[in-house]
């Protein structure tokens, strides 16, 4: 176990000498460059996957009246970067009939490879890496979305060798170049992720993250150091021990670092972890998906209230690393 900063940790103690205490719910939502994309992103996003509606997959399902007064509430809440795949159900359709005439307000990332099958009752999720998936995932995400070009269109999933020996790399490069895709992506992890960075064509990168599931972390610094923008799911742990669903694993993350004993006064677990994923100075954007107004809303105010204490998030870090010493 080493609990040495990282120079990203480093960094932290140069660019964040204020205190985030309080909050003001009518400010802006913090934005950051997406990397050499240019796009400032609200560091707050949103993750459409709990609008995928009936015949999909879990037990929550929302109905079209209530997706369409959640989309406009994000909006109308300032987040200006939406995240969604045409796997996701109904996701993309809803995204294009209730907000498709604001479409200037956000900008849109969606993924391809997606070689989804619907059976009566559920959503067989699978990725399929050929150029006949990957232009019929496109053509279908704009007729969708109502829109005549996606922001970031993105790899779910898929390693290096497979994109490049189907050639879809030099595909999505080219629907690059004729501005159907403004820019190109990835959603990864490990053990992909190495390859993935050093092929060097990817403007920006998905990667899942959190101070319990912590991982990722360098590799998200290495990938901004290529230059891409930096887009983080799972950075608020699936809700974390507070979850109405829980996930064992991360429960136990939180427990074994004892992270109860520094949890400040007034803050909840989740604000914890969140406003942790939003310290790493290479988290651009973090995407959050909910359709509960209480919990957006306190998404938001904890995004308002910035970055954690310069000493708390240390203390997270080195609690986490005791527990988990190959982080």
């Known amino acids: 176990m080493d609990d040495r900063l990282t120079s990203g940790e480093i960094f932290l103690f140069v660019f964040f000498l204020v205190d985030f205490d309080g909050v003001n719910m009518n400010q802006a939502i913090p934005t950051r460059r997406l990397g050499r994309t240019g796009l400032q992103v609200t560091q707050l996003g949103y993750g459409s996957m709990g609008l995928r509606g009936p015949r999909t997959w879990g ?16 909006l109308d809440a300032g987040i200006n970067f939406i995240d969604t795949a045409p796997d996701y159900g109904v996701a993309e ?29 559920h959503v067989e999720v ?29 790899f779910h999933g898929g390693s290096a060798e497979e994109l490049q020996r189907a050639g879809l790399i030099d595909l999505l490069m080219k629907l690059r170049e004729e501005g159907t895709v403004r820019f190109i992506g990835i959603s990864t992890s490990l053990p992909h992720i190495a390859d993935l960075v050093g ?10 993250y959190s101070c319990l599931s912590p991982e990722h972390g360098e590799w998200m610094e290495r ?3 290529s230059g891409a923008g930096i887009i983080v799911r799972g950075g608020v742990a699936k809700g974390g021990p507070d979850a109405e669903i829980q996930r ?38 973090v995407i959050v998906g909910t359709c509960n107004v209480e919990h957006l809303d306190e998404n938001l105010s ?26």
């Open 59 to 74: 037990v929550r399902v929302v109905e079209d009246e209530a997706a369409e007064s959640f989309l406009n509430r994000v």
């Open 93 to 121: 359709e809803r995204i294009g009939r209730f907000i498709g005439h604001r479409r200037a307000e956000f900008y849109l990332a969606t993924k391809c490879g997606c070689d989804y099958v619907q059976h009566d009752d």
């Open 126 to 154: 699978r990725h399929t890496w050929t150029r006949e998936v990957v232009l019929r995932n496109v053509e279908s995400s704009l007729r969708r979305l109502r829109t005549d070009h996606l922001d970031v269109l993105q």
């Open 199 to 208: 092929l060097d064509v990817f403007d920006t990168f998905q990667i899942p």
């Open 223 to 225: 990938a901004a150091a």
């Open 248 to 285: 064992p694993e991360l429960h136990a993350v939180w427990h074994a670092a004892r992270l109860d004993e520094v949890l400040p006064p007034q803050m909840t677990r989740a604000e914890l972890i969140l406003r942790y994923t939003i310290s790493h100075p290479h988290c651009h954007t």
């Open 302 to 327: 904890a995004v308002r209230r910035g970055p954690l204490p310069i000493e708390l998030y240390h203390e997270v870090t080195t609690r986490v690393r005791r527990h988990l010493p190959s982080t």
